[in-house]
């Protein structure tokens, strides 16, 4: 999982509703002759443009389903929208998540929709094909740029990456000294030898002149606040290569590996697509079915290109191992509405898994069991709970506490990573067991959205860092059925249920589900269970990357995808009890 993604928006950057513009094409009706594919805007915010791509794709009724995209913040990162419909003359879509909808009307002449995007605040918004937007062109300028930033005694190293392609130049900036990877960087531009961008994250402004040769630059690093200081950066690379991922699988594989699709028959329209990994030679073989972590997730848990799931299917396989992932409803290419559905409904796609692959003869039925990440830790043992035909348990990073206690614990370990002081965490040490016990002891969405629009004043918003008008924005985050269903989740209600073997590993510097206190819930949780190994492996963030700080920056730079010592210990304990 990305880090239990939604339980601590009010700290994480949120796409905040801005004006929207697109450039205008040529009149042509034949574009929305088929509404299938891709729909571009560009987000034009105070710090730069940002590009927002929408994909619709045709279902076998005839429907449309819609993921949105913000290629600058993140991307490869679909968002599933919980309604979409799009035609000839109109676009509707609604993001549950993020409290935010759209309708646009078409315009033939400017052949674009336009709208209204709604977040808290109403805006103007247009999408376009791809191909109908302008797209920036800076020459000669492709390549890893680094520098240095000196301010007295403090250094800080930059690494400036330009990559020109089809969508045109992008730029991304890395801040290595702060660990902090992929900034987006706008405004891009170069006149002669003159050389400028922004990065809007830190609302800093660059200003700088080329050298002769073309492979160095030196200017002004301006953010508002702090004195200029002077930043040069040499080019050290010709052209961006993608990041190092050197446990990617790659065939040809010594097992078979089989596309497949399951319908989940207690819930209507759901039908999950994934990858079922099968061991060379004679079966019945054990198997693992994998439950990826919070946040809409693909079969292979990708996150910054690293495919944990992919890597972990692999190594099993290869270990006598069947090994069942597959894509998280509404996502990807399985159906159903992800941004209505809570953990107990992913409990029932789990319980699909199982039911499909008891019907395999490749199976030994009388050994599946389930590897849950993150809150597939939490998701995995209310399904062995209830289920007898589950014969092991693997829970990585699972939770052990409450719902409030995890988004507490793991909201002031990432406030304390970032360097907030010691007065700011006393401040949110109080204020986000108000936020989560608000929503919790709500008695439904209404009564949560009240509760919560009086506790966020304008003075408890400046506390949290964030603008008035993002009130309603952060209301509607805290108030999803989600939200609320973990907020109200404390594992000892089914731990004390669950009899099968149960290994339970989380990383010493995990900084979203902390190893102690969840390792010690969940240790006191299946005390009455005579098979439970609990480790707590040193070194080793969230992803299970051996890891120098934890952080969530930090993933995308390592380029170990999942530490081989991990993967031996899940395998290899799964071996002693089920492998012959």
């Known amino acids: 999982m990305h880090a239990f993604r939604h339980i601590s928006p009010w700290l994480t950057g949120l796409l905040i509703a801005l004006v929207m513009t697109i450039t205008q094409a040529s009149a042509d009706d034949s574009a929305t002759a088929t509404p299938s594919g891709d729909w571009?805007?560009?987000?034009?915010?105070?710090?730069?443009?940002?590009?927002?791509?929408?994909?619709?794709?045709?279902?076998?009724?005839?429907?449309?389903?819609?993921?949105?995209?913000?290629?600058?913040?993140?991307?490869?990162?679909?968002?599933?929208?919980?309604?979409?419909?799009?035609?000839?003359?109109?676009?509707?879509?609604?993001i549950a998540a993020m409290g935010a909808s759209y309708s646009g009307q078409w315009n033939a002449q400017t052949q674009r929709y336009e709208g209204e995007f709604s977040q808290g605040m109403a805006f103007p918004l247009a999408f376009a094909r791809p191909e109908a937007v302008e797209i920036s062109v800076v020459e000669g300028m492709d390549g890893v740029w680094e520098g240095m930033l000196t301010r007295g005694?403090?250094?800080?190293?930059?690494?400036?990456?330009?990559?020109?392609?089809?969508?045109?130049?992008?730029?991304?900036?890395?801040?290595?000294?702060?660990?902090?990877?992929?900034?987006?960087?706008?405004d891009f531009a170069r006149d002669g030898e003159m050389i400028g961008f922004r990065v809007p994250a830190a609302n800093v402004t660059y200003r700088g002149r080329l050298s002769a040769d073309g492979d160095a630059m030196s200017g002004q690093w301006n953010r508002p606040g702090f004195p200029d200081a002077e930043v040069g950066f040499q080019r050290t690379a010709a052209v961006v290569t993608g990041p190092n991922r050197p446990q990617e699988p790659t065939g040809p594989f010594p097992y078979t590996v089989e596309t497949v699709r399951f319908d989940n028959s207690e819930a209507e329209g759901v039908t999950l697509a994934g990858t079922l990994t099968i061991p060379a030679g004679d079966g019945p073989f054990p198997a693992a079915i994998l439950i990826s972590g919070s946040g809409p997730q693909d079969r292979d848990e990708t996150v910054w290109t690293h495919r944990p799931f992919a890597v972990l299917a692999d190594h099993l396989t290869r270990n006598g191992i069947a090994v069942l992932r597959y894509d998280d409803r509404g996502f990807a290419e399985s159906t159903g509405d992800f941004a209505a559905s809570t953990s107990l409904d992913f409990a029932s796609d789990t319980e699909a898994a199982l039911a499909w692959l008891e019907a395999r003869p490749e199976i030994d039925t009388s050994a599946i069991g389930l590897i849950g990440h993150s809150e597939g830790g939490l998701i995995a043992p209310i399904v062995a709970a209830a289920n007898d035909a589950i014969a092991f348990l693997v829970l990585l990073a699972g939770p052990g506490t409450t719902g409030e206690q995890i988004i507490l614990d793991q909201s002031l370990a990432a406030a304390r990573a970032g360097g907030r002081s010691e007065e700011e965490l006393d401040v949110l040490a109080r204020l986000i067991p108000q936020i989560t016990g608000t929503v919790s002891a709500a008695a439904d969405e209404e009564a949560a959205r009240s509760a919560?629009?009086?506790?966020?004043?304008?003075?408890?918003?400046?506390?949290?860092?964030?603008?008035?008008?993002?009130?309603?924005?952060?209301?509607?985050?805290?108030?999803?059925?989600?939200?609320?269903?973990?907020?109200?989740?404390?594992?000892?209600?089914?731990?004390?249920?669950?009899?099968?073997?149960?290994?339970?590993?989380?990383?010493?510097?995990?900084?979203?589900?902390?190893?102690?206190?969840?390792?010690?819930?969940?240790?006191?949780?299946?005390?009455?269970?005579?098979?439970?190994?609990?480790?707590?492996?040193?070194?080793?963030?969230?992803?299970?990357?051996?890891?120098?700080t934890g952080t969530i920056a930090e993933y995308a730079e390592i380029e170990e995808t999942f530490a081989p010592h991990a993967l031996d210990l899940i395998s290899g304990w799964i071996a002693v009890r089920f492998v012959n």
């Open 452 to 548: 919560l629009n009086a506790l966020f004043t304008d003075e408890t918003l400046a506390l949290l860092g964030a603008a008035p008008a993002q009130r309603e924005l952060l209301v509607s985050q805290n108030v999803r059925a989600w939200q609320r269903t973990f907020l109200q989740h404390d594992p000892a209600d089914y731990l004390s249920r669950v009899d099968q073997p149960v290994l339970a590993v989380n990383g010493s510097l995990d900084l979203q589900v902390l190893p102690g206190p969840n390792l010690a819930g969940l240790e006191a949780g299946l005390s009455g269970n005579p098979d439970v190994t609990v480790l707590e492996l040193e070194g080793l963030n969230h992803m299970f990357q051996t890891a120098q």
């Open 153 to 186: 005694e403090t250094e800080l190293a930059f690494t400036l990456n330009v990559e020109t392609g089809e969508d045109g130049t992008q730029v991304t900036l890395d801040s290595v000294t702060q660990a902090a990877y992929g900034i987006p960087v706008t």
């Open 40 to 94: 571009l805007g560009v987000l034009a915010t105070p710090g730069g443009e940002l590009r927002l791509l929408v994909t619709a794709s045709e279902q076998a009724d005839g429907s449309y389903r819609g993921e949105l995209e913000s290629l600058d913040q993140a991307p490869g990162q679909k968002i599933p929208m919980s309604e979409f419909a799009i035609d000839a003359d109109t676009m509707r879509f609604a």
